[in-house]
């Protein structure tokens, strides 16, 4: 259907960390609107409207990708992974807890969509180097830490991960 | 020069002196440790709420119409079109009963209105509306219909001095043209061996903090209440008040999670009082989020500044004089465009002269941005000593270490400490820069270099402060403070001073803060001034909480309170630690279920002045084929007192030092000057902040505590600002030291650093 063909308001079914929701969303809308306006996810931030900052990053089907640039039609039939599906019914994911223990998180607006293309990243590469880090998260601005403990944190995580053991634990070993 | 407010501020004087005598900290127990913030889990989960993801029910939506010429007078203004589009419930112009507020003042006199007629800069408020949705405010925004009488405009400063230039204020462009100093300069110059001579420049920046500027208003009757993304409620408070003619008691405004602000939310922004006046006007909650593209265009900047800089040294190292002609431009308004302070303060030097001059033009006005005019100031003064350092042939650090000033030369007054030899030669010890320094630079089209730059900061902060602490019959504890948590770790190292005093742990303390309903007045969280003025505040709360809980026990242990002492979170007689009684057992607070602390910030020291310092060293890579400099690795050697908490100590360092290397190489706001006026890069793809790709993996933070007794009651002095301060000019030194060819202009971009090395090579 052309843009211009669409009904102002469309139902739609869209997952969203699991949850099926059954939705009516102005049709113009992008996912982030959808997730922040009409489902009350506001986890995922609206940095720029965009596709510059990052901030409204996702993982689609477990890729990372810029909410506030899709239109929330491309979403409908996938999976969508949120910031507040990123912790499960255990605790929190070990990237959460990293970025807590190096102090990865200043003002905290950016820490949504940076933990969401870091998630991406361990999905794929358990063990990633200091550089790969880098271009993994050069989408996602931050203009209060510097980034160095959000590599630190990713390094930590990574390693709790492939060792099974909380972030805590590997940090004092 | 001064770095104008929106509103005059009252005077901060007659302080009463302090309630207690508070001895400072020997070693601390949590103090200092690297803990994880107190709201770390909200701020990794996506639960903590900030003003942007808030809704309220029967909320509507704000926009404002913005004037698209740099210059221009509004002739007719017709909202009829606008009020009749879907959704629209408000249109408010200059006419609007309630909105003729005077607003940018310059002394106690306004210089404008909040919707001026006469435009003096692209983006400047014309209307606004509030409808439904967000889309339909800015369709309707757009439907207004505005007829301009389009003036001819003015961005360059220097053509702004002209006579010729358009006027765009009463009286000329002219904002201000002061000159101080101290000795004879040209007695200083005629006594030197070297005196060189170099004119620098540095770019307009945009804070662009990652929260844009949000704001929602809500009346109950004539009370209002505005949830606001800034940096210090109490000053949003007082200012709306006046704004709208109503009484500190019915404003209220609330800021817990904001999404940084670096200096830009520190006033009153006009979007605040728009919303206000469209809840007014519609009787409904309404929300203002100025759209990415207005956070670069209308809510401030820092000035691009001009610097001619003259000095003067002898052979052995000596300043013998320093002379500065400052050039800057706050845009269209007054707002504060330069700082001579390092070039007074920095050095020992007997003869300085320092000219600074401030001009009007047609362009958004300047805000406070993280340490105003400093790292401008920085880049110049601290090029020029790399300059004379390379002249005299002696090492710059060694240069540096021979002119540290102990005292502040501009008014006589010794600091509490000084800590700058020791950020010199500790920091240089930590980047091994003698080494690094004798490393070969390269020879083919990659060169490597190493530089340094000192600072310090300016502010001694507003002692203005009181905070609340209670303690609650089970042992747990309530702060209540008024001050912002911007992203800083406001609210952990607070609880970790509470900690510290009532030995209660951390997750036993709730934090209440920002909100003018229910905390204690603070000073907004700018100037470095948050943990100096609250820290002790809240030390003084907790302390007196202890007092009156050691008087309890001493009723139930009937012994005086001298003999008793407080541990742990028990409280025992000293020679008899087997009588301790823990806090949930003493009778007297069961009695009572509450023990309420109140605490206020003392006095600065009399006769001296407590200010931070720092040096930073950088080693770079010049690609003299495409212009590229990387930085590989940066040293940060700060005397901010004692590190209340090292993780969000090195997390300032580290960021200050990330927005450091943007100015140094990536920053600048460009302005269509020839034909339209406006902002042309007004985004995050065009505009260039630091990537996780454009600070280097290699960054170390070395803490210097001189053990500052004086400074306050807890030692620690300001470090926000002082770690962005010295980082770009670091960078061009180390630019220089690796090429040879000194980069006078900011940011130094690919075709700056091409066209200096084509200079040198005569093309």
């Known amino acids: ?173 | 020069m001064k770095y104008y407010l929106e509103w005059p501020e009252p005077d901060p004087t007659n302080l009463p002196p302090p309630a207690q005598d508070i001895e400072p900290w020997g070693e601390t127990r949590v103090v200092g440790k690297p803990l994880p913030r107190v709201d770390a889990y909200e701020r990794v989960s996506g639960t903590a709420l900030y003003t942007l993801d808030m809704a309220l029910p029967d909320m509507l939506h704000g926009a404002i119409l913005r004037c698209p010429h740099a210059h221009a007078r509004v002739t007719r203004l017709d909202t009829g079109r606008a009020q009749a589009m879907p959704g629209v419930r408000a249109v408010i112009t200059a006419a609007t009963p309630g909105a003729a507020i005077p607003w940018y003042f310059r002394g106690q006199g306004p210089t404008s209105m909040l919707f001026d007629e006469h435009c003096r800069y692209a983006g400047d408020e014309v209307a606004a509306v509030a409808a439904e949705t967000p889309h339909q405010a800015i369709l309707a925004a757009r439907a207004i219909d505005v007829e301009y009488e389009v003036l001819p405009f003015v961005q360059d400063d220097a053509v702004a001095l002209t006579p010729e230039a358009p006027a765009i204020h009463e009286g000329g462009n002219i904002l201000g043209q002061e000159t101080s100093g101290r000795g004879d300069v040209e007695a200083g110059f005629a006594g030197a061996d070297v005196v060189l001579e170099q004119t620098y420049h540095t770019p307009c920046e945009i804070h662009t903090p990652m929260e844009t500027f949000v704001t929602i208003a809500r009346w109950d009757g004539n009370r209002l209440t505005v949830w606001d993304s800034n940096q210090g409620v109490f000053g949003i408070q007082a200012n709306l008040a006046r704004a709208l003619r109503l009484p500190l008691t019915s404003v209220r405004v609330i800021c817990n999670y904001m999404g940084g602000g670096f200096g830009s939310k520190l006033g009153l922004s006009k979007y605040t009082v728009i919303a206000a006046l469209l809840a007014r006007t519609t009787a409904r909650p309404v929300k203002i989020a100025l759209t990415r593209e207005e956070s670069f265009i209308c809510v401030g900047n820092r000035a691009a500044n001009t610097i001619k800089l003259k000095a003067g040294v002898k052979r052995d190292g000596t300043l013998t004089a320093l002379d500065a002609v400052f050039l800057g431009s706050g845009g269209a308004y007054p707002a504060g465009a330069t700082s001579t302070y390092l070039v007074q303060a920095l050095y020992l030097c007997p003869n300085v002269r320092v000219e600074d001059n401030e001009v009007y033009t047609n362009a958004g006005p300047s805000r406070a941005f993280r340490a105003p005019g400093m790292p401008n100031c920085a880049w110049a003064l601290e090029q020029m000593m790399d300059a004379l350092a390379t002249e005299i042939d002696m090492d710059p650090v060694e240069f540096r270490l021979k002119n540290i000033a102990t005292f502040l030369q501009i008014n006589d007054t010794p600091y509490t400490s000084i800590g700058l030899r020791e950020c010199l030669s500790d920091g240089a010890k930590a980047f091994g820069w003698s080494e690094a320094r004798a490393r070969p630079r390269g020879r083919g089209h990659v060169r490597r270099g190493v530089g340094m730059a000192a600072g310090m900061w300016a502010y001694p902060g507003d002692p203005r402060a009181t905070v609340i602490v209670k303690l609650f019959a089970d042992g747990s504890v309530n702060l209540n403070m008024g001050a912002s948590d911007i992203g800083t770790g406001t609210k952990t190292v607070m609880a970790m001073v509470v900690a510290e005093e009532l030995g209660v742990p951390l997750d036993r303390i709730q934090i209440e803060h920002a909100d003018t309903g229910t905390t204690q007045n603070a000073p907004s969280s700018g100037g470095s001034q948050t943990v100096l003025v609250s820290a002790p505040a809240v030390r003084a709360a907790a302390i007196e909480v202890k007092r009156q809980l050691l008087e309890l026990a001493a009723a139930q242990l009937e012994r005086p309170v001298e003999q008793l002492v407080f541990q742990d979170g028990e409280i025992m007689p000293a020679d008899a630690p087997d009588q301790a009684v823990a806090l949930a057992d003493l009778r007297g607070l069961r009695g009572r279920q509450v023990i309420v602390g109140v605490g206020r910030r003392h006095p600065h020291p009399e006769g001296k002045i407590a200010l931070p310092f720092a040096a930073q060293f950088a080693e770079v890579e010049v690609n003299i084929l495409t212009g590229e400099v990387r930085v590989l690795r940066l040293v940060a050697a700060h005397d901010s007192g004692r590190v209340m908490n090292k993780l969000t100590y090195e997390n300032q360092v580290f960021g200050g030092m990330a927005m450091g290397i943007g100015l140094g190489l990536t920053e600048e706001r460009i302005l269509d000057s020839r034909q339209t006026g406006k902002v042309v890069n007004a985004n995050w793809h065009d505009y260039k902040i630091p990537t996780a790709k454009d600070v280097p993996i290699d960054q170390t933070c070395v803490p210097i505590d001189p053990h500052d007794t004086e400074c306050n009651t807890t030692g620690a002095k300001g470090l926000g600002e002082p770690a962005h301060i010295p980082t770009a000019a670091a960078i061009a030194n180390a630019v220089y030291h690796a090429t040879g060819v000194r980069v006078t202009d900011a940011p130094i971009t690919r075709g700056r650093m091409l066209s200096a090395l084509a200079e040198r090579r005569g093309e």
């Open chain 1, 1 to 173: 259907m052309r843009c211009w063909e669409r009904p102002l308001i469309e139902i739609i079914r869209l997952s969203v960390n699991g949850d099926s929701h059954e939705i009516g969303v102005p049709s113009h809308y992008t996912l982030l609107e959808t997730l922040r306006y009409v489902l009350g996810l506001t986890g995922s931030k609206q940095g720029c409207d965009k596709g510059d900052c990052g901030a409204c990053t996702v993982l689609l089907d477990g890729l990372p990708t810029l909410s506030c640039i899709l239109p929330v039609q491309e979403a409908i039939g996938r999976q969508v992974t949120t910031i507040e599906g990123l912790a499960d019914p255990d605790g929190p994911h070990a990237l959460q807890d990293a970025l807590d223990l190096t102090g990865g998180a200043q003002c905290g607006f950016c820490t949504p969509g940076i933990l969401m293309s870091a998630a991406a990243l361990l999905n794929v590469n358990s063990s990633p180097t200091r550089q790969e880090i880098r271009e993994a998260l050069s989408g996602n601005l931050c203009r209060c830490t510097g980034y160095t403990k959000i590599y630190e944190a990713v390094e930590l995580a990574a390693r709790a991960l492939r060792e099974q053991r909380p972030p805590a634990e590997v940090l004092r070993s």
